[in-house]
């Protein structure tokens, strides 16, 4: 009777291990096939050993210029110029400017703007016939220094001493000392779609923040709810931008213009403005 239980009790105790083996077969061969993780809870992947290229950002159908490094990715950062510092070389002596520019450039001088003609920039379909290079309209400085149209530079000096002057002397008992631009020209195109930015042309500029004569520095960022007085000021000198230029775009309108004021002359039909 004995020998008849211990017989019994071995052919338990094999037939437990024949299952555990064959349990153990099955997950290795399940493993095998799969890259999942059954911890990580990842879903399982047939990883090849080849890998599609990257699209080109700007697609196939973009003809325009070519971007590289940053530049390619995020082509609507005001801050490339900084990233991308330009050789500029000064306009030849025996260049030959039309009247028109002959005449805006008076214009500068009688708005007290300090500036350098430039050589012509062309850059595909970027590019400048008669750049100008804005050091400070009067005794405000612009850091960095600015490049654009003088049509450009003319409507932004006019601003600044009609509008932005006046509206801190009011709200803050204080002169304007430093504008401080992110981007003036740029050669790219408007994020998310295949138009050239007038960053290209050299018609927009881009103001990160200003400085008082008192010291203050107030950032174009959306001021905070109970900032009544920098709020005051903000609002009221984008909307005397409209005035001038026919774009005006800043905080609150998208993600990409949420600190900083972007102003520009685009020639557009009817006389459209674009203030947002």
């Known amino acids: ?131 100008v290079k804005i050091s400070a309209i009067g005794s405000i400085g612009m850091k960095p220094a600015a490049t654009l149209t003088c049509d450009m530079a003319a409507t932004f000096a006019g601003w600044t001493r009609n509008e932005l002057v006046p509206s801190a002397r009011w709200r803050y008992f204080s002169g304007v000392k430093t504008i401080r631009q992110g981007s003036s020209y740029s050669c790219r195109r408007i994020a998310g779609e295949g138009v050239l930015s007038e960053h290209g042309k050299g018609n927009a500029l881009d103001v990160m923040s200003i400085e008082l004569g008192n010291g203050k520095e107030i950032d174009v960022r959306k001021p905070g ?27 609150g309108y998208n993600y990409d213009h949420r600190n900083h004021f972007h102003f520009d002359i685009k020639n557009r039909r009817n006389g459209y403005r674009a203030c947002r």
């Open 225 to 251: 709810l109970f900032a009544f007085r920098t709020r005051g000021f903000l609002n009221t000198v984008r909307a005397d931008g409209c005035q001038y230029f026919t774009t005006v775009l800043g905080p």
């Open 1 to 131: 009777m004995v020998g008849i239980i211990r017989a019994a009790f071995v052919a338990v105790r094999q037939t437990r291990r024949a299952r555990m083996i064959a349990g153990g077969l099955a997950i290795a061969a399940i493993s095998a096939c799969t890259t999942g993780s059954v911890l990580s809870l990842e879903p399982a992947v047939d990883v090849g050993s080849q890998t599609s290229a990257a699209p080109n950002y700007a697609g196939p159908k973009y003809a325009g210029p070519k971007y590289a490094g940053m530049q390619s990715l995020v082509p609507s950062n005001p801050y490339l110029t900084a990233a991308y510092p330009r050789m500029d070389e000064p306009m030849a002596p025996t260049e030959q400017m039309p009247a028109s520019e002959v005449d805006c450039r008076n214009e500068l001088k009688s708005l007290g703007v300090v500036y350098t003609d430039l050589a012509p920039i062309r850059e595909g379909q970027c590019g400048i016939d008669y750049p």
